[in-house]
């Protein structure tokens, strides 16, 4: 991936700086994460983004008629640049970029929760405090996954930093102390 995020990157930023300077960082990061989210449930979509087939100008229209009305106008300046140039394949990788850019910016962190079940509004709550307490940031954004595989309790991954208060790793850590007692 070093190569797509050295591709990326020059995207990612001027979009931040433009967006800074218009004074809608917050709106652009939350558009940002709606487009993944439309590219990440449209196979469809990336598929056509992606096509040699289709001319930037064909695609350019498509994403207008699709966002025009729900993103501010650098957004659609990049949707544009990146048809242009046809870069379209890479929207994903800059709009993470750019996610990530933001977040450095606002000083917020990351963590990404797989947990046995879904967790309640209070649960989150308590959560999110105490992560940010461990982070030392502002504010904490999550990225919620269930997997009822871990039986009870949660994972909590910040970057390289992996809390794991799951019952499924502890019976592994069991497993392992009772392994090297024998």
Same mark, same amino acid.
């Not at 106008?73 to 990530?100: G, H, I, S, T």
């Not at 982070?135 to 970057?159: N, Q, R, T, Y």
């Given at each position: 991936?070093?190569?797509?995020?050295?591709? &990326?990157?020059?995207?990612?930023?001027?979009?931040?700086?433009?967006?800074?300077?218009?004074?809608?960082?917050? /709106? !652009?990061? $939350?558009?940002?994460?709606?487009?993944? #989210?439309?590219?990440?449930?449209?196979? $469809?979509? +990336? #598929?056509?983004?992606?096509?040699? *087939?289709? %001319?930037?100008? #064909?695609?350019?229209? /498509?994403?207008?008629?699709?966002?025009?009305?729900?993103?501010?106008? &650098? *957004?659609?300046?990049?949707?544009?640049?990146?048809?242009?140039?046809? +870069?379209?394949?890479?929207? $994903?990788?800059?709009?993470?970029?750019?996610?990530?850019?933001?977040?450095?910016? +606002?000083?917020?962190?990351? &963590?990404?929760?797989?947990?046995? @079940? #879904?967790?309640? $509004?209070?649960?989150?709550? %308590?959560?999110?405090?105490?992560?940010?307490?461990?982070?030392?940031?502002?504010?904490?954004?999550?990225?919620? *996954?269930?997997?009822?595989?871990?039986?009870?309790?949660?994972? !909590? =991954?910040?970057?390289?930093?992996?809390?794991?208060?799951?019952?499924?790793?502890? *019976?592994?850590?069991?497993?392992?102390?009772? @392994?090297?007692? =024998?």
């Amino acid at each position: 991936m070093p190569l797509l995020n050295s591709i &990326a990157t020059p995207y990612a930023e001027a979009l931040l700086q433009v967006a800074e300077s218009r004074k809608e960082t917050d /709106a !652009v990061a $939350e558009q940002a994460k709606a487009l993944l #989210a439309v590219l990440s449930s449209s196979p $469809e979509l +990336r #598929a056509a983004l992606a096509s040699p *087939v289709l %001319e930037p100008e #064909a695609k350019k229209a /498509a994403l207008a008629k699709l966002f025009d009305d729900q993103v501010t106008p &650098a *957004v659609q300046n990049l949707l544009k640049l990146l048809a242009d140039r046809q +870069r379209l394949p890479m929207m $994903e990788a800059v709009l993470m970029r750019f996610l990530e850019l933001y977040r450095e910016l +606002r000083n917020i962190t990351l &963590a990404k929760v797989t947990s046995a @079940a #879904a967790l309640s $509004e209070e649960q989150q709550a %308590e959560l999110n405090r105490k992560v940010q307490a461990i982070a030392g940031s502002k504010s904490v954004e999550f990225d919620l *996954v269930v997997d009822p595989s871990l039986i009870g309790g949660f994972i !909590v =991954s910040m970057g390289s930093q992996v809390i794991d208060a799951s019952l499924s790793g502890q *019976v592994r850590r069991l497993g392992l102390a009772l @392994a090297q007692v =024998s």
